[in-house]
């Protein structure tokens, strides 16, 4: 069981937008920073928030990240056909001296 | 261009050790934390520890899984992080990551990862 809790898979139709959840605990998300990742099928995982809502360069507007309290979400919008991969949320566990992921979400894009 | 590289994965038996090496470039090495995270075959995530930059003490954090069996080091003058895996276990089957931590805070990049296979 991991100590971040995520939904096992999510789906929208192209065009449309998604929202991924990641809930926690005060020992992590409540007080540290969260990110998120994006792992296209067959490659390693990439960056895709970090600092809670803050996107790397190259990554498009279209991915959002926010957090309230023990819980973060990811957003996407203007679904795409190359989205279909697999979100992890991340973040530092301070009661267990260690890095924390949820389980991951499977995103399909009908 | 930031760049990560694994090596040193492979097949090795249930008890044996195997240590992987992760090369950095395009970046100062040793000003940075460098992470190891792992993903068993359609598994999650996992991450298995970090060493922190000389600066912050060159200390390590290791997860629960591996702790007492697994050493993470560093060589900043060959730009290259060690991940030392002792009495290796079946479940420590997985594709290995070495990352950038920044601050500890996110991992922002991730080498392509390397197959660890303990099996008899």
């Known amino acids: 069981q991991s100590v971040l809790t995520q939904p096992p898979s999510v789906s929208a139709a192209p065009g449309q937008k998604v929202t991924i959840s990641c809930s926690g605990s005060?020992?992590?998300?409540?007080?540290?920073?969260v990110s998120w990742y994006q792992q296209l099928p067959g490659t390693a995982p990439k960056l895709l928030i970090y600092d809670n809502n803050k996107r790397p360069s190259g990554i498009p507007d279209r991915f959002s990240g926010s957090k309230s309290a023990t819980s973060a979400t990811l957003g996407i919008t203007g679904l795409q056909t190359g989205d279909e991969a697999d979100y992890y949320c991340?973040?530092?566990?301070?009661?267990?001296?260690?890095?924390?992921f949820g389980g991951g979400t499977m995103l399909t894009v009908l | 261009e930031v760049q990560l590289v694994e090596s040193g994965g492979g097949l090795v038996q249930p008890g044996r050790s195997l240590r992987m090496s992760c090369t950095g470039s395009g970046f100062t090495f040793r000003d940075y934390h460098i992470n190891w995270v792992r993903q068993a075959p359609g598994k999650g995530l996992e991450w298995v520890g970090f060493i922190r930059s000389k600066a912050y003490g060159g200390t390590t954090e290791d997860a629960a899984s591996v702790k007492g069996r697994f050493t993470i080091s560093r060589d900043d003058s060959k730009s290259i992080a060690y991940l030392q895996m002792n009495s290796l276990k079946t479940e420590d089957t997985a594709v290995y990551y070495c990352t950038r931590f920044y601050n500890g805070n996110y991992i922002d990049y991730w080498g392509q990862g390397t197959l660890v296979t303990v099996s008899s």
């Open positions: 005060s020992s992590n998300i409540g007080n540290n920073y």
């Open positions: 991340g973040t530092w566990d301070s009661s267990l001296s260690a890095w924390v």
